[in-house]
């Protein structure tokens, strides 16, 4: 069960960082200033799944059902464990979402300033600047 909650909390921490990367703003010149920007990509994507999602629920609304049932049924009696279809349901959910929310925050609050850093360690290195700061 716990290799599972880790494949699930990774999986949606893959989805994270994909959303959570912020975009480059500002001069590209060596000399310029460099900012970074939240990424609406997570906006667009939202649109663009909801938007499917409803469709597609529309459409396949008993099938879909059917198999995500059919797929928890498999994953319980293949945990080696004795756990019900709706603990795996709720575990793997729960650990998506868990692993989505850390890693996005994460790339949203901190990959922004070591971009940053890095930039003007490389920009203080091509102006024949130290390395070291």
Known sequence: MTGFGAATASL??????LFGVPRRTGSHSPGGAVSYSGNTNLESISDWLTKVIVGVSLVEAR???VEVSNFAKWASANMGIAVTP????????????VGFALVYVFVRSRLPVLLRDAEQKASSIGNGGSPEK
């Open 12 to 17: 949606g921490g893959f989805f994270g960082f």
């Open 63 to 65: 099938q879909l059902k």
């Open 86 to 97: 709706g603990v795996v349901w709720c575990v793997g959910t729960f650990s998506f979402i």
